[in-house]
């Protein structure tokens, strides 16, 4: 079978490997379908010095594929079923895990694709309680987008930040892949939604997704164009993911009590905050990373429900480095996503 691993900084080797042995009794062997690109993948590509790892490792983090074969005590899952795998190699038995916490597992053996062999190949086994069904009526190439992008905005936008309906949210480069995730869910529950781009096209594409209102933070300082836009209370949530570029402005777009959930940095991990600031306008500020599995039942759900994820490119798996280099240029409106 294929295996795509990466052999050293910003080199992909596509290459046969020997085939999985058949699954444990409790694993599953899934065929991988797609795999769906997201910033953590540039993180791996561009080489992590203080990740701990080793190279060659096959790349890949968010997957949705078919079940070829069962172990003998699987329960729930079928040869043929279409599914979605967890992101990361929790331990299923601390007590976040056994309170469906699962991003915050006490004993996580790492991420997919970034600590530990991913899903960039034809064949994986998988322990049985990290894969999830996916509704009928949602392609696989969708739900390649649910277990990291989907249901990271999901976890940022529902269990942390408490998004309402009715509410005004700023939502930080709407041409991401969990930008346009964001400005979808957010839409889909009756949110007024402003969103930032760095393009007029990528604008008039936020704009077509449901963004009400959209900032070209090249010609504005979109702090400004907040305050104008609500009478200058200032926006209910800020969803961050840029980091350094933004975070000052976005604590200044936020209204009185106003939530900052983050997942990100793109732009560098390094901002300074006014405590003064902080306190006396009450924000609450949340960091967010990846997503319970039951986040990704939600975010199928959704998909199934008609919220689908904004497809930008589809790639081969021999593509899978353009794919990156594409995500890496920001020209990017949605998910990349490499088929096989
Ligand atoms: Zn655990």
């Given at each position: ?9 910003r080199?992909?080797?596509l ?8 699954p444990?009794?409790?694993?599953v062997?899934?065929?991988?379908r ?17 990740a ?34 967890y992101?990361?190699?929790t ?12 991003n ?18 034809d ?70 939604v ?11 594409k ?10 070209n ?11 104008k ?27 009185r ?5 983050t997942?990100?940095a ?33 975010a ?6 008609g ?10 798996l ?23």
């Open positions: 079978m294929r295996a795509l691993t990466l052999v050293a900084d080199t992909l080797q290459a046969e490997a020997p085939e999985p042995s058949a444990g009794r409790d694993e062997q899934i065929r991988v797609a795999v769906a690109l997201n910033h953590i993948d540039l993180w791996g590509f561009r080489g992590m010095a203080f701990k790892r080793r190279l060659p490792l096959v790349v890949g983090a968010e997957a949705a594929g078919e079940i070829a074969v069962v172990g003998s005590e699987v329960t729930g899952l079928a040869a043929g079923d279409h599914v979605v795998m992101g990361a190699l331990c299923g038995t601390c007590r976040a895990c056994r309170e469906g916490r699962d915050l597992c006490e004993n996580v053996g790492g991420v997919m694709g970034f600590h530990v062999d991913g899903f960039a190949r064949r994986v086994n998988l322990p049985a309680r990290l894969v999830m069904a996916v509704p009928a009526g949602v392609a696989l190439r969708d739900a390649a987008c649910a277990p990291i992008a989907f249901s990271t905005v999901q976890h940022m936008l529902f269990d942390n930040a408490r998004l309402e309906p009715g509410e005004t949210i700023l939502v930080h480069a709407g041409g991401s892949g969990i930008g346009t995730a964001a400005i979808q869910m957010a839409k889909d529950i009756g949110c007024t402003i969103t930032t781009v760095g393009d007029d096209d990528k604008g008039l936020a704009k077509a997704l449901g963004a009400d209102y959209v900032i933070y090249r010609n504005e300082r979109f702090e400004h164009v907040v305050r836009l609500t009478a200058k209370k200032g926006v209910d949530v800020v969803f961050e993911h840029v980091g350094a570029d933004t975070f000052n402005g976005s604590l200044l777009s936020l209204k009590g106003g939530r900052l959930v997942c990100g793109t732009s560098g991990p390094a901002a300074s905050l006014n405590l003064m600031q902080l306190f006396q306008q009450q924000y609450r500020i949340f960091g967010s990373f990846g997503a319970s599995m039951r986040n990704i039942r939600d199928l759900a959704k998909m199934q429900a919220v689908r994820p904004v497809i930008d490119t589809e790639v081969e021999g593509d899978f480095g353009r794919g990156l280099e594409r995500l890496e240029s920001r020209q990017v409106f949605g998910k990349v996503v490499v088929t096989f």
